[in-house]
């Protein structure tokens, strides 16, 4: 996936956007579709405009903007040729998970450390989509909001998982030998 196709995703909805916008979209907590500088976006809604995908329309009165963007229709057709035509990258590249694989490296101290900082940040994380979701306006019910809202609910799921496998974890490197079938 293309930066442009994270900006398309987001453009999709027909609301027009302007670039600091999309920026603090990107930046959101709950979010973890993908992560872009403030420099990245703008350089990219610029080619993105320049190339026909992006149309550059009056402000709405944004005084951080020079302009609001909307996908034209060759923008569409290309989010459409993306969404149907390219094969999904599955692979992750996730630091949080390469340090747990490592984390036999650790002390039984150090290791708790690191376990204790991944609970808190998915207890944050759960939190934030629960209150995104409790909080979802009720006009976001057509199919592209349906959609995104299914979306929330699967990363709160996975959010709640992470913290019991992290829950064994703890049980696994505390008790060395308890067979793992039994933690598992």
């Not at 999309?22 to 872009?36: G, I, P, S």
């Not at 490296?105 to 995104?132: P, V």
């Amino acid at each position: 996936m293309a930066l442009k196709h994270a900006i398309m995703t987001h453009l999709m909805r027909g609301l027009p956007r302007n670039g600091y916008e999309l920026v603090q979209y990107f930046a959101m907590d709950y979010e973890r579709l993908w992560k872009a500088s403030a420099t990245q976006v703008y350089a990219e809604l610029s080619r993105m405009a320049e190339s026909g995908l992006l149309e550059l329309v009056e402000n709405r009165a944004s005084s951080r903007s020079h302009g609001d963007y909307i996908l034209t229709d060759a923008g569409r057709q290309e989010l459409e040729r993306w969404l149907l035509h390219t094969e999904a990258d599955h692979g992750v590249r996730d630091d949080s998970l390469l340090k747990l694989i490592a984390i036999g490296a650790l002390d039984d101290e150090q290791a708790q450390i690191l376990i204790g900082n991944e609970q808190a940040y998915y207890r944050r994380r759960a939190l934030a989509l629960e209150k995104r979701l409790a909080e979802w306006p009720e006009e976001h019910e057509g199919r592209i909001w349906r959609g995104r809202r299914a979306i929330f609910h699967l990363w709160l799921v996975q959010a709640r998982q992470t913290l019991e496998w992290l829950e064994k974890l703890e049980t696994c490197l505390k008790n060395p030998d308890m067979p793992m079938d039994e933690i598992f």
